[in-house]
């Protein structure tokens, strides 16, 4: 009894020890499985623990016990981040850092694909800063067109990426041009008496 219990505790000290690992790799930027730099830091691994991950998944051997191990590791993980305060904000702020690169990456992605040949750049004064750059409905129907929450913001980004929504009625524009499309929407009567002017020179 008194061996079995040792080798119960010793099998908990060795996971405890991976998983501080763990954590610690991925507070520090790094792949947590091997250690190394990472290249892209949208993924949780380095490319080539990926490919091995999904090598070894895709064997038919190995399916359902590799399915079985996930479950096992992902609840263990999940009990041992809820269990402390400082992994369960560690794993929050690194979520939220993820995504707010996969939301950057996505808006670039439906930017390149609405400019098209033109290139990411304003219709209508050239202004090519991408931070100040919109989505702009031609129309004008942003609330009115589609089921909600589908024609503005994230959704309509991924819909665009996805090929799920015609670009014909956007374009894109600076912040600036934008606000004017509206101002001219309501007041049709100061068409032409407003110009927006961009200057590239740094």
Known sequence: MSQTLSNSQHEDAINASRRERYWRRVS???????GKQKVDSSIITCVSCLQKQAHRRSQ??????TR???RKTWRA???AIFADPAKLE???AYSRKRKKIQNKRLRLEALRIIGGERGIKCVNCGCDEISILEINHKNGDASKVGRKGENCGGRLVEL?????RRTDDLEITCRLCNQLHYVLMIHP??????????????
């Open 60 to 65: 038919p051997h190995r399916k359902a016990k």
């Open 90 to 92: 560690a794993s929050r």
């Open 68 to 70: 079985e191990y996930s």
């Open 160 to 164: 665009i990426v996805r090929g799920r």
């Open 28 to 34: 520090e930027g790094l792949c947590p499985i091997c």
């Open 77 to 79: 993980q999940r009990d």
């Open 189 to 202: 009567e100061l068409m032409g008496r407003f110009r927006v002017v961009w200057s590239d020179n740094r």
